[in-house]
């Protein structure tokens, strides 16, 4: 089945180490799934990568089958070694890529994604190919303790000035989300407010709710 166009996708979900709270990864993957989540992102920052790659695969088995892309956060090797479909770096990740052979090391991977959390480093990612963007953390978060909280203002400057899909993300909530979208965003990005609850898919469910209507 082909996977969901970035251009396409409204709601970025995540499986990760810091808050599954020893649940099935391939479930908690078929929950999001299940509430509408249009791919989803593998994030083990504290594990070693032997363990990434098994939960990287748990997470791309369960969404065999479906449009979902499955994306892995920093560790290339675990994104071919899953057969995810593509990559997500941080600024400090991206950076240490040879920039002469960058694109040619990714080459296998359908998708990539960068973190910014500027102006210019959104259109320094466009510049460079990313097929979609992160833009936070929009508001303070504990999945980003050491990063200032970069604001809405941000959001409604990238809507204005970057062509290439992005994602708000960061400390977004069903509380705040109004605020995001009407500072220009049509994507988001969303972890703890959806792994936190205890009904996955229904949370999965309101955040799509406020994204397609």
């Known amino acids: 089945m082909p996977k969901h166009a970035i251009a396409d996708c409204r709601l970025y979900g995540f499986i990760d180490t810091a808050y599954l709270a020893g649940r099935d990864p391939g479930e908690v993957t078929r929950q999001l799934i299940a509430g509408g989540v249009d791919l989803i992102q593998v994030r083990a920052k504290n594990e070693k990568s032997s363990r990434r790659l098994l939960l990287a695969l748990a997470v791309t088995r369960a969404a065999e089958g479906t449009p979902v892309p499955v994306i892995i956060n920093d560790d290339i090797a675990v994104a071919y070694g899953s057969q995810a479909d593509g990559i997500h770096l941080g600024q400090e990740d991206w950076a240490g890529l040879p920039p002469a052979t960058r694109h040619q090391k990714l080459n296998g991977l359908d998708f990539l994604g960068l973190s910014t959390h500027s102006l210019p480093q959104a259109l320094d990612a466009e510049r460079e190919g990313a097929n979609y963007i992160g833009v936070g953390p929009v508001f303070a978060t504990g999945t980003k303790p050491g990063c200032a909280p970069v604001g809405l203002a941000l959001?409604?400057?990238?809507?204005?000035?970057?062509?290439?899909?992005?994602?708000?993300?960061?400390?977004?909530?069903?509380?705040?989300?109004?605020?995001?979208?009407?500072?220009?965003a049509k994507r988001i990005a969303v972890?703890?407010?959806?792994?936190?609850?205890?009904?996955?898919t229904a949370a999965a469910k309101a955040f799509k709710k406020k994204l397609t209507t």
Do not use: K, M, Y
């Open 155 to 184: 959001v409604h400057q990238v809507a204005a000035r970057v062509p290439t899909p992005f994602f708000a993300i960061g400390g977004i909530t069903l509380e705040n989300i109004d605020e995001v979208l009407a500072a220009g």
């Open 191 to 200: 972890v703890s407010a959806i792994l936190n609850t205890p009904d996955v």
